[in-house]
């Protein structure tokens, strides 16, 4: 049995579906290289709403943790440009006392634990969203929601995204999601404060504007939500929410997944699926993926903390209507699935979509962190299902850690492998490489993707760079 650990504030990620890990920097930040000049992208939106420099690659931006001269431990953006064979030694560093960024780093705060991006303005580089639900306004912790601009040299400058009232306490950028919710073609913006969602319409421009920014809650139902994936689901071309949160029942409180659908005036309530009938849980996990490729997309609920810990997936498939009847429960006790199911192995924690072995089906990463390998307590793990016929099976899923051959580094008590995950085609090759957070060495594994799934052969390891800072 694996040692419980204390749970988390918050889920750290890149949206949509995201890994964000910390990372230490004992001197100054790393200065931004210049990539190659993107002018034929910079005439239309980018192809990637995570190519921040505009060079037809993917970019992995990460949460990290920033021992500078201005706070101890404070919080900022580790920002690593991909390139024909994956991520490359172009590095960023962004935090608020980078030069055009709104706000100042301050002890507490959380800049940069909460992530997304998306081309907001258009102009052929993706721009970077960045949550610090900490942020201080005089003495109250109100949070705030930081629009980084993409350019040919990186990620440069910054719009503070106005915060708009609750009647909760507020926690602005708790969770942060992008997508074309309305359908006009440009980017919107959701994201949580104090238990309610706000919806942000594009077009975003480095000056301040915006569209109609809209609030949704479940009304006269004792609703709270704090987390938000975004997919396509019913298939009409809009992207839609997906809302986890606790739902107050008479005496009791029971966890659920509230689904919005996206449509030409915003988010439409649609129906909600029970996560847990009995218990309330807070910062779960979801993705969203055609894993049967019936040109739907399948909502996934990760819930580790079901079952003293040892975790569980629900899978709600789509429809043209939305997400339907059919839903399926994935485990470590499912037939098929390697290992043992044990008290906090918090399979679930994590979860991200995409199509690893490139062959037009959806896979699903699940992170493990709290499982036990061989006597190692809190090693961690992930596992990937693979897509397919009739949707996600236990048949088609394999193990992934450290002992995976061509993985470097040896397998240590409290690693907590697969704290995160991303899932995304980071050389374009046609299949998604898994990213693989590691906190307790402030690392992560990138594995590439391959036929059959992903593979430890050519894998890489991004390293902390500098002192080993605890996350």
Same mark, same amino acid.
């Given at each position: 049995?694996?040692?419980?650990?204390?749970?988390?504030?918050?889920?750290?990620?890149?949206?949509?579906?995201?890994?964000?890990?910390?990372?230490?920097?004992?001197?100054?930040?790393?200065?931004?290289?210049?990539?190659?000049?993107?002018?034929?992208?910079?005439?239309?939106?980018?192809?990637?709403?995570?190519?921040?420099?505009?060079?037809?690659?993917?970019?992995?931006?990460?949460?990290?943790?920033?021992?500078?001269?201005?706070?101890?431990?404070?919080?900022?953006?580790?920002?690593?440009?991909?390139?024909?064979?994956?991520?490359?030694?172009?590095?960023?560093?962004?935090?608020?006392?980078?030069?055009?960024?709104?706000?100042?780093?301050?002890?507490?705060?959380?800049?940069?634990?909460?992530?997304?991006?998306?081309?907001?303005?258009?102009?052929?580089?993706?721009?970077?969203?960045?949550?610090?639900?900490?942020?201080?306004?005089?003495?109250?912790?109100?949070?705030?929601?930081?629009?980084?601009?993409?350019?040919?040299?990186?990620?440069?400058?910054?719009?503070?995204?106005?915060?708009?009232?609750?009647? &909760?306490?507020?926690?602005? !950028?708790?969770? *942060? =999601?992008? %997508?074309?919710? @309305? $359908? /006009? +073609?440009?980017? #919107?913006?959701?994201?949580?404060?104090?238990?309610?969602?706000?919806?942000?319409?594009?077009?975003?421009?480095?000056?301040?504007?915006?569209?109609?920014?809209?609030?949704?809650?479940?009304? &006269?139902?004792?609703?709270? !939500?704090?987390? *938000? =994936?975004? %997919?396509?689901? @019913? $298939? /009409? +071309?809009?992207? #839609?929410?997906?809302?986890?949160?606790?739902?107050?029942?008479?005496?009791?409180?029971?966890?659920?997944?509230?689904?919005?659908?996206?449509?030409?005036?915003?988010?439409?309530?649609?129906?909600?699926?029970?996560?847990? !009938?009995?218990?309330?849980?807070?910062?779960?996990?979801?993705?969203? +993926?055609?894993? #049967?490729?019936?040109?739907?997309?399948?909502?996934?609920?990760?819930?580790?903390?079901?079952?003293?810990?040892?975790?569980?997936?629900?899978?709600?498939?789509?429809?043209?209507?939305?997400?339907?009847?059919?839903?399926?429960?994935?485990?470590?006790?499912?037939?098929?699935?390697?290992?043992?199911?044990?008290?906090?192995?918090?399979?679930?924690?994590?979860?991200?979509?995409?199509?690893?072995?490139?062959?037009?089906?959806?896979?699903?990463?699940?992170?493990?962190?709290?499982?036990?390998?061989?006597?190692?307590?809190?090693?961690?793990?992930?596992?990937?299902?693979?897509?397919?016929?009739?949707?996600?099976?236990?048949?088609?899923?394999?193990?992934?850690?450290?002992?995976?051959?061509?993985?470097?580094?040896?397998?240590?008590?409290?690693?907590?492998?697969?704290?995160?995950?991303?899932?995304?085609?980071?050389?374009?090759?046609?299949?998604?490489?898994?990213?693989?957070?590691?906190?307790?060495?402030?690392?992560?594994?990138?594995?590439?993707?391959?036929?059959?799934?992903?593979?430890?052969?050519?894998?890489?390891?991004?390293?902390?760079?500098?002192?080993?800072?605890?996350?």
């Amino acid at each position: 049995m694996n040692l419980p650990r204390a749970p988390r504030a918050r889920r750290l990620r890149l949206r949509t579906t995201s890994i964000a890990v910390g990372v230490a920097l004992a001197a100054g930040p790393v200065p931004c290289l210049a990539a190659a000049p993107a002018s034929a992208a910079a005439a239309k939106p980018a192809k990637h709403y995570d190519d921040f420099n505009g060079d037809g690659y993917r970019d992995l931006a990460v949460s990290h943790t920033h021992d500078g001269i201005f706070a101890f431990n404070d919080r900022a953006v580790l920002v690593t440009y991909g390139g024909p064979k994956g991520l490359t030694t172009k590095k960023q560093v962004i935090h608020q006392n980078s030069p055009g960024i709104p706000g100042a780093s301050e002890s507490g705060d959380d800049f940069g634990t909460v992530l997304a991006s998306a081309d907001l303005n258009r102009d052929g580089y993706a721009d970077l969203v960045v949550g610090n639900p900490t942020e201080e306004a005089g003495r109250t912790r109100v949070g705030s929601v930081t629009l980084v601009w993409g350019s040919t040299k990186g990620l440069k400058g910054g719009t503070a995204l106005p915060r708009k009232a609750t009647n &909760g306490y507020g926690t602005f !950028g708790a969770d *942060i =999601a992008t %997508g074309d919710f @309305n $359908g /006009d +073609g440009r980017p #919107d913006i959701a994201t949580v404060n104090g238990g309610d969602v706000f919806l942000y319409r594009g077009g975003f421009t480095k000056s301040g504007g915006l569209g109609k920014v809209s609030k949704y809650d479940r009304e &006269g139902q004792s609703w709270d !939500g704090d987390t *938000i =994936a975004a %997919g396509k689901v @019913n $298939g /009409d +071309g809009k992207t #839609d929410l997906i809302v986890m949160g606790v739902r107050g029942v008479g005496m009791t409180f029971r966890t659920e997944a509230w689904f919005l659908k996206g449509s030409t005036g915003g988010l439409v309530s649609g129906p909600a699926k029970v996560v847990d !009938g009995k218990k309330q849980h807070e910062r779960l996990d979801a993705a969203v +993926g055609d894993f #049967d490729r019936d040109g739907y997309g399948d909502i996934a609920v990760g819930n580790p903390v079901a079952n003293d810990g040892r975790g569980r997936v629900t899978v709600w498939y789509g429809t043209s209507a939305g997400p339907g009847k059919r839903s399926i429960t994935l485990s470590q006790s499912t037939a098929g699935v390697a290992g043992a199911s044990e008290a906090w192995d918090q399979f679930g924690s994590s979860l991200t979509a995409g199509d690893a072995d490139g062959d037009g089906y959806a896979d699903l990463a699940v992170g493990v962190p709290g499982e036990r390998v061989g006597a190692k307590v809190n090693a961690g793990g992930a596992y990937l299902f693979r897509g397919g016929k009739g949707g996600l099976k236990g048949s088609r899923s394999a193990a992934l850690g450290k002992s995976l051959p061509g993985v470097a580094g040896e397998t240590t008590d409290h690693d907590i492998l697969g704290y995160d995950l991303r899932l995304r085609d980071l050389n374009r090759d046609g299949r998604a490489d898994l990213a693989i957070s590691v906190p307790g060495e402030d690392s992560m594994r990138i594995l590439p993707g391959a036929k059959g799934g992903v593979t430890g052969t050519g894998s890489s390891v991004l390293r902390a760079a500098g002192s080993d800072l605890p996350e």
